[in-house]
């Protein structure tokens, strides 16, 4: 089965400076990687996804993310932090059903508390 | 507006007393899927269902049920909830002949507490 991995629960950064949520990942095959935010009493919101070739992904509300194969990594980015950034950020990568009848699920990270200080 | 919505978003109940959350999406999608969502695991798929009248267990089953009757509507069944089901439940759907990279659209979650 696909895995990923979120290191770090919380991450703590001032508004304006950039920040960066960690994402490492173990796949048998090609990785599809997504990131999903999630406001407090809201659903999860699709924020970006990897797209083959592309190492660097733009998405919503400023992110971006930068796959790096060597290191196995999906790390989230944003140059200058916003205090509305604050929310559960949740790492996730389509996985093979329990069933084994297709590849629908997704597995996700346990997710990262975003705060951003004012 | 494309949306996957559950109902109710809260909802307290009993252990033993039977209870549904309704989910329903107007996309089109085929693939449907339920989480929950407990602090420091992440979401995990409960059950899932490729098309109508086709569904099948996910990674935590035991204690749900589903069926899919029509496309756009995939209820959870809880028969006898017990407080151990106490969590936050997602309802997700997607486009499966999208392929691979096809991100899933999630509903507003549902906060469940069995006492």
């Known amino acids: 089965a696909q895995s990923v991995a979120q290191p770090e629960d919380q991450v703590n950064v001032a508004e304006g400076n950039p920040l960066t949520v960690k994402c490492t990942y173990s796949?048998?095959?090609?990785?599809?990687l997504f990131w999903y935010v999630q406001y407090p009493n809201r659903g999860l919101q699709f924020l970006l996804k990897?797209?083959?070739?592309?190492?660097l992904v733009k998405g919503s509300y400023g992110f971006e993310a930068e796959f790096n194969k060597s290191q196995t990594s999906f790390h989230l980015k944003k140059p200058s932090a916003l205090v509305s950034d604050s929310a559960l950020y949740f790492c996730?990568?389509?996985?093979?059903?329990?069933?084994?009848?297709?590849?629908?699920?997704?597995?996700f990270g346990q997710g990262t508390i975003l705060t951003v200080h004012p | 507006e494309a949306q996957v919505t559950q109902n109710p978003r809260y909802l307290i109940t009993v252990t033993g007393k039977k209870l549904t959350v309704t989910c329903s999406q107007n996309?089109?999608?085929?693939?449907m899927s339920w989480y929950r969502q407990d602090p420091g695991l992440g979401l995990r798929q409960i059950y899932y269902?490729?098309?109508?009248?086709?569904?099948d267990k996910g990674d935590v089953p035991e204690g749900y049920k589903v069926s899919r009757k029509e496309k756009r509507n995939f209820p959870l069944i809880l028969e006898s909830p017990s407080p151990n089901q106490t969590s936050l439940y997602f309802c997700?759907?997607?486009?499966?002949?999208?392929?691979?990279?096809?991100?899933?659209?999630f509903g507003q979650g549902t906060r469940l507490t069995v006492v």
């Open positions: 997700a759907s997607s486009l499966l002949a999208g392929g691979m990279n096809t991100e899933a659209f």
């Open positions: 796949v048998s095959g090609n990785p599809y």
């Open positions: 990897y797209i083959t070739g592309d190492n």
């Open positions: 996730a990568v389509r996985d093979k059903d329990a069933g084994g009848t297709s590849y629908g699920k997704l597995t």
């Open positions: 996309m089109n999608h085929e693939y």
């Open positions: 269902s490729m098309n109508v009248e086709v569904t």
